[in-house]
């Protein structure tokens, strides 16, 4: 029997198929061949008990992708959120994501939840940071259920992972989208301003026909693993419309002087505060490497 992993705890999976969800664990063979499966992925299953519906999982299929942080198989897009306001959303982070997405191949779209909060002055700042970046940018209010019909719509027929940091009302989403998840909301920590976490592990909810999101735990910090410095730039899609600008084909858009992304830069065609996010990251990839 065939199924789909949507939750992964402690060794067990829970496999949705025709009969129900089954717990099954991964048969000795995946151990010994380091292969772990993963929430998202497509699996053959063998029925132990029908009538507690428990099983193994007998072979992983053939993947359409395996994104390593976070630990999912399969999806079509992501979708990041953070909060227009309470917590300030912290564009360090989200620019770090962008990337995370972009070296794995996976389309994306940023998410501003809580407008209810915020004034017009910082939707538009909001606006400008990430207009130019090419990414599709939804301003949402799940209190007050501004801007949710395009959400249901971007989800449409597709499987997304749901991230961002804690407190930014990922949870509140899932509960409106699929309001018997009953997903566990947490309150904002009024010394440090962040939200508590409230979700320990990825689950897939089935929201309609062929559609699927995938919660995963709120993050408060990416590190960028295994990446040169001299790769970063090929992940800011809005760099590539004026690195022919540039007088050297090598140019880092750093220290150079003549630099069309430093010149687009100062003509307000690139975001300032994505730029300096760039120049911050190229730097600490710099030291990295060089320790």
Do not use: W
């Not at 428990?54 to 990041?80: F, H, S, W």
């Not at 301003?139 to 930014?168: C, K, N, Y």
């Not at 084909?249 to 010149?263: L, N, T």
């Amino acid at each position: 029997m065939q199924g789909k992993i949507v939750k992964g705890i402690a060794g067990f999976y829970y496999v949705h198929t025709p009969i129900g969800t089954v717990e099954c664990k991964a048969k000795g063979s995946f151990r010994k061949e380091k292969i772990k499966p993963s929430v998202g992925d497509m699996v053959d299953i063998k029925i132990l008990d029908s009538a507690e519906l428990t099983g193994n999982i007998e072979e992983i299929l053939p993947r359409k992708n395996l994104l390593i942080r976070p630990a999912v198989a399969n999806v079509d897009q992501a979708l990041v959120i953070f909060a227009s306001l309470d917590p300030e959303p912290n564009f360090n982070l989200l620019d770090r994501f962008l990337i995370m997405m972009e070296k794995q191949g996976v389309p994306t779209s940023i998410c501003f939840n809580k407008t209810d909060l915020a004034n017009g002055d910082r939707i538009k700042q909001l606006e400008q940071a990430y207009e130019t970046c090419g990414y599709p940018v939804h301003f949402i209010s799940v209190q007050s259920g501004d801007g949710l019909s395009g959400i249901h719509e971007m989800l449409s027929h597709r499987t997304t992972v749901l991230a961002g940091p804690s407190g930014v009302g990922k949870s509140s989403l899932i509960n409106y989208l699929k309001p018997d998840a009953n997903m566990e909301t947490g309150a904002i920590s009024e010394k440090i301003r962040r939200g508590r976490h409230t979700t320990r592990h990825s689950e897939f909810f089935c929201i309609g026909e062929d559609t699927y999101i995938l919660d995963t735990p709120g993050f408060s910090s990416i590190y960028l693993e295994d990446m040169n410095p001299e790769e970063l730039k090929d992940y800011f899609p809005e760099f590539s419309e004026y690195a022919d600008r540039c007088r050297f084909k090598s140019c880092m858009h750093v220290g150079e002087k003549e630099c069309g992304i430093k010149e687009a830069v100062e003509a307000g065609q690139i975001s300032r505060s994505r730029y300096e996010n760039y120049v911050a990251l190229y730097q600490e990839l710099k030291d990295k490497k060089r320790y």
